[in-house]
T-cell receptor
Framework: LAKTTQPISMDSYEGQEVNITCSHNNIATNDYITWYQQFPSQGPRFIIQ???TKVTNEVASLFIPADRKSSTLSLPRVSLSDTAVYYC???????????FGSGTRLQVQP | DTGVSQDPRHKITKRGQNVTFRCDPI?????LYWYRQTLGQGPEFLTY????????KSRLLSDRFSAERPKGSFSTLEIQRTEQGDSAMYLC????????????FGSGTRLTVV
């Protein structure tokens, strides 16, 4: 299974754009890249998923370069409520269950 | 459908007792997953089902742990002879099978073994 590496923590201020980069050098051809958000005492929440290039939804954008060895989650204009842990996962959900790493703790300050 | 439901939300038990947790997935989801999460760590995979078949089990799932999903609907996770190290949040998730579907997680059951 492809391992992921992401920063342990990040700090930002309200209204700023936040970019969290995840490295996954051993990503396989069939693997998708998925990001989850988790608040304390809650289960993780699906944010966005992509295979290549750029994906955008109402919450975030996901940028994946051509070699797919990394990906960047972009959160536009963060607010205090975006303070959470963000997990980058790589895998083929069709075959194996996804493996979570330790995630990135994002702290948004006023 | 209100999402994935887990019951109970909290459980305090004495060491050595057996506990059982229940998970009700989103009705049209054929896959169901159990994860365990301790403070400050990411969720650790325990096991998953496709319909009623248990397709994968983690090495973390010792002999004291057993999971079932009768008739491919709800699932139960039982821990026998609980130990203090079993204290954690137990998370259930469900999804459709396939390579590009995200998981929907429940709010978890927090187990405290005293």
């Amino acid at each position: 299974l492809a391992k992921t590496t992401q920063p342990i923590s990040m700090d930002s201020y309200e209204g700023q754009e936040v970019n969290i980069t995840c490295s996954h050098n051993n990503i396989a051809t069939n693997d998708y890249i998925t990001w989850y958000q988790q608040f304390p005492s809650q289960g993780p929440r699906f944010i966005i998923q992509g295979y290549k290039t750029k994906v955008t939804n109402e919450v975030a954008s996901l940028f994946i370069p051509a070699d797919r060895k990394s990906s960047t989650l972009s959160l536009p204009r963060v607010s205090l409520s975006d303070t959470a842990v963000y997990y980058c996962l790589v895998g083929d959900e069709g075959r194996r269950a996804l493996t979570f790493g330790s995630g990135t703790r994002l702290q948004v300050q006023p | 459908d209100t999402g994935v439901s887990q019951d109970p939300r909290h459980k305090i038990t004495k060491r050595g007792q057996n506990v059982t947790f229940r998970c009700d997935p989103i009705s049209e989801h054929n896959r169901l997953y159990w994860y365990r999460q301790t403070l400050g760590q990411g969720p650790e995979f325990l096991t998953y089902f496709q319909n009623e078949a248990q397709l994968e089990k983690s090495r973390l799932l010792s002999d004291r742990f057993s999971a079932e999903r009768p008739k491919g609907s709800f699932s139960t996770l039982e821990i026998q002879r609980t130990e203090q190290g079993d204290s954690a949040m137990y998370l259930c998730a469900s999804s459709l099978s396939g390579a590009s579907y995200g998981y929907t997680f429940g709010s978890g059951t927090r187990l405290t073994v005293v």
